[in-house]
């Protein structure tokens, strides 16, 4: 085989158990995950499409992947990614990613939940699956993902999805359902700093914020250390004035009298968001607990990337790669699915191309070279 195409898929997940049984297979596993990788990369989205993908560049594909059996059917894709293990499969993608992928010091790992709409099998009574991601905003990479079980929730998987990653000198976001203290814990331990937001979860210490930052602007600040930065920005007919308040008086912290147990923490934020329309203003005003310094500026450029992992990274998974639509539902096949989603993404992110992703993907459709371009970016 020529592994120049793929060697860097083959080095991370060509030794994964095989959960088929031994002596009665005629595809490589391996080979089964690369034709999915390409295929997904090339705008598939059903394992039916894969296999359509496959037969279509059979002549491609049998220049690098040895092929004992020709291409696998859809069924047999469906049945191998209902069994291999997600797990695993998950913890092999965040070791590709760090092993290809760099992530600056200072960039912000905004990490946040989102429903698979489709894997929803009401007849089954399987319930849709939740996946906690960690995107990280400035390089537009997934590092990794974390599924939410059954009998848990978002705050028991975003401490381990971090303890598995490396984010040491990021700055970790995530909105108030994940606003806990172990979690702030959990980052201050990985030598990463951490921006939450703080709504009523936590009711007396969000009273306490409230009161505070009401006091002080009804003395304009005076005498209150502090920092303050705005942005104003003019697009489409609007304009988005963003205002950021980062108190660091020891005073301040002397008075929230439940802030006990909130490890690194050094700032207490204000963000006040004000949207002009030609006919309406809507104000919005959020608060937040950090361990960065009260540098207003740099609070507020890290409060607004968060949100990149939903205007960026879930609305392309809906809209481009049609994740909400999936009926992918059995076994595994939803988790290990999204997984191969996220390697695609994550090569058509990579990839210098101004073009939209849903260019590049109709491009590699058509255009073996830039497949190989995509594929062979390390």
Known sequence: MNEQPF?????????????????????????????AVCAVLCGAESWSEVEEFGEAKVSW???????????????????????????DFQRRFMRWVET?????????????????RGSRDTFEGQDAIHLV?????????????????????????????????????????????????????????AQADYVFALNGNHPLLYRDVVDWFDWAQARAFKSVPHDFHQTVNKAHGRIEIRRCWAIHDPLAFESLAHYEGWTGLRSVVM?????????????????????????AARLLAATRAHWSVENTF????????????????????????????????????????KQSLKRKRFRAALDDAFLLQLLTQF
């Open 7 to 35: 060697a860097s898929l083959e080095a991370c997940f060509g030794d994964m158990d095989d959960p088929r049984v031994r002596g009665r297979c005629d595809h490589v596993l391996v080979e089964i995950l690369l034709i």
């Open 61 to 87: 594909l049998k220049q690098y992947l040895t092929l004992p059996a020709g291409i696998p059917s859809h069924d047999t894709f469906s049945r191998v990614f209902r069994r291999v293990n997600a797990e």
């Open 100 to 116: 290809h992928f760099s992530v600056a010091r200072g960039q912000v790992i905004a990490v946040d939940g989102k429903t698979a």
């Open 133 to 189: 991601s960690a995107w990280a905003s400035e390089s537009g990479v997934l590092l990794g993902q974390r599924k939410v079980d059954a009998k848990s929730n978002e705050m028991t998987a975003v401490p381990e999805l971090l303890k598995l990653l490396f984010v040491k000198g990021c700055i970790v976001t995530v909105d108030a359902l994940n606003c806990q203290k172990d979690i702030a814990q959990t980052v201050i331990d």
């Open 271 to 295: 963000v006040q968001r004000e949207r002009r329309t030609p006919t309406q203003t809507q104000t919005e005003t959020v608060y937040y607990l950090s361990s960065l310094p009260a540098d």
């Open 314 to 353: 879930h609305w392309t998974l809906d809209v481009v790669f049609g994740e909400d639509n999936s009926r992918v539902r059995l076994d595994q096949a939803p988790e290990n699915l999204a997984v191969i989603r996220h390697i695609a993404l994550n090569l058509l992110k990579r990839h210098p191309s």
